[in-house]
């Protein structure tokens, strides 16, 4: 069964770091275009860093610009989400995704994403 499973979620103060990580099982993310979202309570999804490859460009919300830095491992066939310098208004539950269509773009909530990961907290608090 194809799916994505998340994990290094938790809760940290302000100005700490986090990484998550998301592993694929049952299809390979050489062939998807791979990314992280984000939902906080009441708020919509929004999209928080993407690996486009067939535009070879990797895109970041303007709010995490040169805090978060989106990885993958080809070998380990999974991604990583390495986040800095967190603020409490990263606090959110953060998904993993995939999506076989390039649209060379940070994708939204609206974008019909192929799988999603399960989803991990991310608590920014002192």
């Known amino acids: 069964q194809a799916q994505l499973v998340e994990s290094g979620g938790g809760s940290v103060q302000p100005g700490g770091s986090l990484r998550l990580s998301c592993s694929a099982s049952?299809?390979?993310?050489?062939?998807?275009?791979i990314g992280w979202f984000r939902q906080a309570p009441g708020k919509e999804r929004e999209g928080v860093a993407w690996?486009?490859?067939?535009?070879?460009?990797?895109y970041y919300a303007d709010s995490v610009q040169g805090r978060f830095t989106i990885s993958i491992d080809n070998v380990k066939n999974t991604m990583y989400l390495q986040m800095t310098a967190l603020r409490p208004e990263d606090t959110a539950v953060y998904y993993c995704?995939?999506?076989?269509?390039?649209?060379?773009?940070?994708?939204?909530?609206?974008?019909?994403?192929?799988?999603w990961g399960q989803g991990t907290q991310v608590t920014v608090s002192s």
């Open positions: 995704a995939a999506l076989a269509l390039s649209i060379a773009s940070m994708p939204t909530a609206g974008t019909n994403i192929n799988y």
């Open positions: 049952g299809f390979s993310l050489d062939n998807y275009n």
């Open positions: 690996i486009d490859r067939s535009a070879f460009n990797t």
